[in-house]
T-cell receptor, first 111, second 117 residues
């Protein structure tokens, strides 16, 4: 049982490049979400999904796209990377009102 | 909108001592959950303790306990007999207990705790 798996763990991008952060969970959780962690700001919600085919914006969605074609996968796409998107990104999944389970995070640097 | 505030960016405690981390929140809702997550240097987010707002009894997990004051909208974490492995960033988080809000957390800014030998 792997839980929530994020790839890659580290990434360096040039400004303007695009990329996809992968997230997969094997717990059959209905809810999945993406957060970014910045110093002094805690974790902030980027996008959220309540099930396959259903996504919604969080607090800081600009510059990011998501889709959820299966229960297991919830990729986060950076359309045109900017230095302001330098951050640590976390994917999480949850079932009902239980705790959220987090992946190990991706440290992204945009130069 | 809900907000969570942790007013202590950094704290330190001697090994074996007790430390309390503060958290306040703001909401107009009555049904919600509160959490404390621990993030050690490995970056992994680990659930420490969870409190349901409808429960008056404070949650406890071994050396970790909370003081939940619903009227004051306060949710502090007490760590007893601090250990070196408790050194980490601690986040307070809020989640509404309504349909389709599962896993949708609002986090505080975090408190960096150092346990000194």
């Amino acid at each position: 049982n792997a839980g929530v798996t994020q790839t890659p763990k580290f990434q360096v991008l040039k400004t303007g490049q695009s990329m996809t952060l992968q997230c997969a969970q094997d717990m059959n959780h209905e809810y999945m979400s993406w957060y970014r962690q910045d110093p002094g700001m805690g974790l902030r919600l980027i996008h959220y999904s309540v099930g396959a085919g259903i996504t919604d914006q969080g607090e800081v969605p600009n510059g990011y796209n998501v889709s959820r074609s299966t229960t297991e996968d919830f990729p986060l796409r950076l359309l045109s990377a900017a230095p302001s998107q330098t951050s640590v990104y976390f994917c999480a999944s949850a079932y009902g009102d239980t705790e959220a389970f987090f992946g190990q995070g991706t440290r992204l640097t945009v130069v | 909108a809900q907000t969570v505030t942790q007013s202590q960016p950094e704290m330190s405690v001697q090994e074996a001592e007790t430390v309390t981390l503060s958290c306040t929140y703001d909401t107009s809702e009555n049904n919600y959950y509160l959490f404390w997550y621990k993030q050690p240097p490995s970056r992994q987010m680990i659930l420490v303790i969870r409190q349901e707002a409808y429960k008056q009894q404070n949650a406890t997990e071994n050396r970790f306990s909370v003081n939940f004051q619903k009227a004051a909208k306060s949710f502090s974490l007490k760590i007893s007999d601090s250990q070196l492995g408790d050194t980490a960033m601690y986040f307070c988080a809020f989640m509404l207990s309504i349909y389709n809000q599962g896993g949708k957390l609002i986090f505080g800014q975090g408190t960096e705790l150092s346990v000194k030998p």
